[in-house]
């Protein structure tokens, strides 16, 4: 099992920027793919950023250039750096551990709110 406490979000201003925190426990050793994926009310949750074992990074179109996925291994620590806001931005986001089973772990998820 894996335990993600997700902390950071809130309230900014358009052009803003905010960073999302997401601390992992538990059996980190099982982790394949880390990522931040974002949902709003109606809609399907989407990916915004992943990160293989490896480093290797991928970002949703939408947010390619303003947002930054990193991790501090020491801290056992994903973030998610999210410059550039925009009012589409806005959304509950979730970050996530998939297992080499293909397994998903979620955080508990943290509002974001970009205001015009």
């Known amino acids: 099992q894996v335990q993600l406490v997700q902390s950071g979000g809130g309230s900014v201003q358009a052009g803003g920027s905010l960073t999302l925190s997401c601390a992992a426990s538990?059996?980190?050793?099982?982790?394949?793919?880390l990522g931040w994926y974002r949902q709003v009310p109606g809609k399907q949750r989407e990916l915004v950023a992943t990160?293989?074992?490896?480093?290797?990074?991928n970002y949703a179109d939408s947010v390619k250039d303003r947002f930054t996925i990193s991790r501090d291994n020491a801290k056992n620590t994903l973030y998610l750096h999210m410059g550039s806001l925009k009012p589409e931005d806005t959304a509950v986001y979730y970050c996530?551990?998939?297992?080499?089973?293909?397994?998903?772990?979620w955080g508990q998820g943290t509002q974001v709110t970009v205001s015009s």
């Open positions: 990160m293989t074992r490896g480093g290797d990074t």
């Open positions: 538990g059996m980190i050793f099982i982790t394949n793919k």
């Open positions: 996530n551990v998939r297992s080499f089973s293909d397994k998903d772990y």
